[in-house]
């Protein structure tokens, strides 16, 4: 018996063996199955669809506020458009999808299937956009993206397809154009942190590390407890180049005819996703924020009793007004019912018995603090709305606090190989973040294996020192971690 109830749970602890950890969770929650028959294609099941359909809600609505209209633009793009700017086609060549037939016949051209929708919400930004009253121009669409990946796919994390948001944007000037990647990064703090409890760090990546057409690129880094940093949303100042290979212009009101600058911004749903299970789970399996939960009150009776089958559904109807919530009636011990839905992270199980009913009681867990409490029945939907208000609160205490610790100060490339080995982000001088740098991150990536992330756009520290490479007079505070 003991043996079988290992086995339904999590059977590794995350510190000790995180990469198994992950795959347990994935499965053991259902999260999703790997066996479609395509490699680094999954089926999304319902645990993590639930979620991610919050998720998207969330980006969505904060999205919408902020201006950006909806869209939904084809899966397939013509290799033409593709080939429109050099720069991007250089950088998502190799990870292409490519359609060559319809039915038998073979294509004249052939159809990229999007691996990321630039090519195509320009051509039809030069067709829309007229004159500065245009302007700004802000859409977005939600979409999946497919993307030829070479190294190894992990559900979530790395997929071959992946579900996400990009917003485009359209400026009349330069300085529009950046602040609308602060507003991205604003955005990212409001869904990502608030919402998601997710802790990052937005840096601006070296100009080795931009997204392929970028004048400039900025992406939050999430961390893993394996001390690897996960990419999350991007935002991009796109070359001036774009604009004019797609013929994006519009009539200033000087009556000159003048380029648009253009921005883009990627929050890739289900990777952000495999962040939220990753920074909130623990030992028992999921965490999940209070707003994107599958289900926040799951109901357990404790004996198969026709009165407390009708006290749970008069529950579920009261708590249902206001909460997703299940009764769980399986035919299965208490202890494996609790066991489970601990696992699944749902934020609030309330167990109900005989005695509680003879007492007008209620025992409520809550997973944010992994505490069981004793209430008054009539105080139920009291507790419930004081929980859901500092529920994703306490789990963004406990994030944000392994984040902090985890920055590290380092002054020699010894001294940054013991803090990467330790799983920390390491801070440090260095020489460039234009094209003169490389060498010194391409000897960083070779003493330490690990990467130069970037800059900090609001870093606030007065620069001195060495690089830590080259020995050279700093300029720059640059942060480097191992990556996915
Ligand atoms: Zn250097």
């Known amino acids: 018996m003991t043996k079988k109830k290992f086995q339904e749970g999590i059977a590794v602890k995350k510190d000790e063996n995180f990469s198994e950890w992950y795959t347990q969770v994935v499965q053991k929650c259902e999260l999703a199955d790997i066996r479609s028959g395509v490699k680094g294609f999954l089926v999304f099941q319902p645990w993590s669809v639930m979620s991610m359909e919050k998720m998207y809600a969330s980006m969505e609505s904060v999205l919408q506020r902020k201006g950006h209209k909806p869209y939904w633009f084809p899966t397939l793009i013509p290799e033409v458009n593709f080939k429109k700017e050099s720069s991007h086609i250089g950088g998502f060549t190799p990870e292409v999808f490519w359609v060559t037939h319809g039915g038998d016949k073979k294509f004249e051209n052939k159809y990229a299937m999007r691996p990321t929708s630039e090519t195509l919400f320009y051509q039809m930004f030069a067709k829309w956009i007229r004159s500065y009253n245009d302007l700004p121009l802000k859409t977005y669409q939600r979409a999946n993206v497919f993307r030829y990946e070479t190294k190894m796919t992990r559900p979530f994390l790395r997929s071959r397809e992946f579900h996400w948001i990009e917003a485009h944007c359209a400026h009349a000037t330069e300085e529009d154009a950046f602040n609308q990647v602060k507003e991205d990064m604003d955005t990212t703090k409001e869904v990502l942190h608030d919402v998601f409890g997710l802790p990052f760090m937005f840096f601006e990546r070296p100009s080795w590390d931009k997204f392929p057409g970028a004048s400039r690129t900025f992406a939050a880094d999430v961390l893993n407890p394996d001390g690897k940093v996960v990419q999350q949303p991007s935002t991009h100042m796109i070359t001036p180049s774009f604009a004019k290979a797609f013929d994006v212009k519009f009539t200033d009101k000087d009556e000159k005819e003048k380029p648009a600058y253009l921005t883009c911004y990627g929050p890739a749903i289900s990777r952000i996703f495999a962040s939220v299970i990753i920074t909130h789970g623990d030992d028992k399996g999921l965490k999940f924020p209070w707003d994107i ?192």
Not at 405 to 419: L, T
Request: charged letters at 40%.
């Open 293 to 484: 939960a599958p289900l926040q009150v799951a109901i357990v009776p404790i004996q198969d009793d026709v009165k407390i089958k009708k006290k749970v559904e008069e529950m579920k109807k009261d708590i249902g007004k206001l909460y997703s919530v299940e009764v769980d009636n399986r035919d299965k011990r208490p202890g494996e019912k609790f066991h489970h839905w601990e696992m699944k992270g749902v934020p609030i199980r309330i167990d109900i018995g005989l005695n509680d009913l003879k007492n007008k009681q209620l025992t409520i867990f809550r997973r944010d603090l992994d505490k069981k409490e004793v209430i008054d029945e009539k105080d139920l939907m009291k507790k419930i709305a004081s929980i859901a208000k500092s529920f994703t609160n306490n789990l963004i205490k406990k994030a944000d606090k392994v984040f902090d610790n985890r920055i590290k100060d380092v002054k020699s490339i010894e001294e940054m190989k013991k803090s990467i080995k330790e799983g920390a982000i390491a801070r440090c001088g260095f020489c460039s973040v234009e094209k003169d740098g490389e060498k010194c991150a391409e000897k960083v990536e070779k003493d330490v294996g690990a990467f130069v992330r970037g800059t900090k756009l609001d870093e606030k520290e007065k620069v001195s020192g060495k690089c830590i490479a080259c020995g050279k007079k700093a300029k720059h505070i640059v942060y480097v971690a191992r990556a996915y």
